[in-house]
């Protein structure tokens, strides 16, 4: 497993499980063409961009591209780095067909694929984690944001606290704060939270 500096977006949950096989990373679905009209999911790539940079890894069909140009556009040049994938033809072992182009997304291809098309993008990948504690869903959990009572008002509280997207996933949440905030300011915030119940 290799780590990855960069906020790595994908399209949907079934490309984020298989690259979380291969990397140790943020990574975050822009939930197919959702991403074009969810002005708080933008709002977070671009804060993410600041931080970390960003890399693109969508599927080599249209709809790929489609997404994939629209982050471009959204994204300033030098804070966006783009993995292709090549034209791999097959079907999804999940699915029943092939899709409509016939060519494997990255939920699909094969490990050698995808680690390379990581090294043509020169993407920043080590074997070290990024410096500091991470905050873990343990710490979520502990912190009365998940997992309990009132928990979701409270993680509801924090995200909008930060200006993060509502519908942030709860296993996106841990990574995203610890690229944002860091250890340290989530337990400022963890604290403030619990003294205003």
């Known amino acids: 497993m290799i780590h990855v500096n960069e906020a790595v977006i994908v399209e949907g949950k ?22 074009f009209r969810d002005k708080q999911k933008m709002a977070l790539l671009r804060r993410l961009a600041d931080a970390r940079g960003l890399l693109v890894l969508t599927d080599s069909d249209s709809a790929g591209f489609l997404i994939r140009h629209y982050l471009s556009g959204s994204i ?45 993008a020169g993407v920043a990948c080590d074997g070290r984690p990024p410096a500091g ?4 869903r343990t710490d979520l959990y502990l912190a009365g944001l998940s997992g309990g009572p009132n928990s979701a008002r409270k993680r509801l509280a924090l995200l ?15 990574g995203v704060l610890t690229c944002l905030i860091g250890y340290e300011r989530f337990v400022e915030l963890a604290k403030t939270l619990k003294d205003e119940d």
């Open 14 to 35: 079934y490309d984020r499980i298989r690259l979380s096989s291969l990397i140790d990373g943020l990574i975050l679905e822009t939930g197919g063409f959702r991403i």
């Open 76 to 120: 300033p040049p030098e804070k966006i780095k783009h993995a292709y994938l090549p034209d791999l033809f097959g079907k999804e072992k999940r699915k029943r067909r092939p899709s409509r182009e016939g060519k494997l997304g990255v939920e699909g291809a094969p490990s050698w694929a995808i680690l390379e098309a990581l090294r043509r």
């Open 133 to 136: 504690r991470g905050i873990t």
């Open 160 to 174: 909008r606290k930060l200006d993060l997207p509502e519908h942030l996933s709860a296993a996106s949440l841990p």
